[in-house]
């Protein structure tokens, strides 16, 4: 019986878009109820080749039980419009941090950064930008890897809030944030915004008050001294 349900989406995805949306709600159902992975997969698939709108709740199939059908979901995600898959990353964000299949944590990283990218083109750097202090690692990473394929001048303006994730919490993010800054300077950008990561020294979490203190062990002597009341405190 899950063979003939799968064939049958299987032959539904193969109308062209004007028949295909005659069945519209028989497959997003199968995409998200019918009880046979196999199913679910194929209507996911149909549906990404539809390129749906949020009103299918694709988004749920990132819990699924079956890591094809998480993959083909995010797949789908990737299809949305800017404004509808921006709703859907923390989900995005969980998927390519939590998720225990490689491939559904690395097409759910790829749509994080497909997503800062569209951002970037829409001409929204800002937004990017402040994506840096998302409480999700993985968004914050997607982040600072986009804001890096900005032009040197651009990336520039943005020096402070990188610098600060010379302290951030998750060593990925730190690591990202400094090949970044190479790109401007690293080490001049750093002792111009010292001060941002100074104030991390007194951070709650004790991992970005570590990272602090690493990081302005990599300003010079003179740059250093300026610092070092708060150091010692």
């Known amino acids: 019986a899950a063979e ?4 049958a989406v299987e032959e539904l995805g193969k109308l062209d878009l004007a028949k295909l949306a005659l069945h519209e709600q028989a497959i997003a159902k199968a995409a998200k109820a019918d009880e046979d992975p196999s199913v679910r997969q194929a209507a996911c698939l149909v549906m990404h ?6 009103g299918y709740d694709v988004y749920a199939k990132l819990e699924d039980s079956n890591r094809r059908v998480r993959k083909a979901a995010v ?3 990737g299809e949305l419009d800017l404004a509808t898959l921006a709703l859907h ?3 995005i964000a969980k998927a390519a941090k939590e998720d ?3 491939d559904v944590r690395r097409a759910a990283a790829e749509l994080l950064a497909k997503l800062m990218q569209q951002l970037i083109d829409a001409g929204d750097v800002d937004a990017v930008a402040a994506k840096l202090e998302d409480s999700d690692r993985e968004v914050r990473l997607a982040a600072v890897e986009t804001l890096g394929e900005l032009a040197s001048a651009t990336l520039a303006q943005h020096g402070a809030a990188l610098v600060a994730k010379l302290a951030d919490s998750n060593e990925d993010v730190c690591n990202a944030a400094w090949e970044v800054l190479t790109k401007i300077g690293a080490e001049e950008t750093l002792a111009q915004h010292a001060a941002v990561v100074v104030a991390r020294l007194v951070d709650s979490e004790w991992r970005v008050r570590e990272a602090a203190v690493e990081t302005l062990g990599k300003l010079d002597q003179a740059a250093l001294a300026q610092h070092g009341a708060a150091l010692v405190a």
């Open 89 to 91: 990353e923390q989900a």
């Open 49 to 54: 080749r539809m390129k749906p709108s949020a």
């Open 100 to 102: 225990k299949d490689s």
């Open 75 to 77: 797949e789908t995600l």
């Open 4 to 7: 003939k349900r799968q064939a």
